[in-house]
């Protein structure tokens, strides 16, 4: 079994940075990607960014291109979101989920975190 927990979640001033960070507890990363996603209030849950590591492919929903990067640092076991430009619309609750093929669809990912709350105030 697969627990995924996300950190680095809080409150942040529009044209912030933050860095959340999902680390697999249990065993390593199930398959080979990790995905980010989000889910605003009175929102569905919405693609981020997806990593696929064995094949070096990243994508990133069109919202948050050449704002948010995804990364895996190795060391520590993590796959990484960092948020830069923050604006108020990137409110919401970030999900990071765990799947074999770094899909932009969510039911594609057999493993999810909890979620870390990110608040972005004008």
């Known amino acids: 079994q697969v627990q995924l927990v996300e950190s680095g979640g809080g409150l942040v001033q529009v044209g912030g940075s933050l860095r959340l960070s999902c680390a697999a507890s249990g065993r390593t990363f199930s398959g080979n990607a990790v995905g980010w996603f989000r889910q605003a209030p009175g929102k569905g849950r919405e693609f981020v960014a997806a990593?696929?590591?064995?094949?070096?492919?990243?994508t990133y929903a069109d919202s948050v291109k050449g704002r948010f990067t995804i990364s895996r640092d190795n060391a520590k076991n993590t796959v990484d979101l960092q948020m830069n430009s923050l604006k108020p619309e990137d409110t919401a609750v970030y999900y990071c989920?765990?799947?074999?093929?770094?899909?932009?669809?969510?039911?594609?990912?057999?493993?999810w975190g909890q979620g870390t709350q990110v608040t972005v105030s004008s």
């Open positions: 989920a765990t799947g074999p093929r770094g899909s932009v669809v969510g039911r594609e990912y057999a493993y």
């Open positions: 990593l696929r590591w064995d094949i070096n492919y990243t």
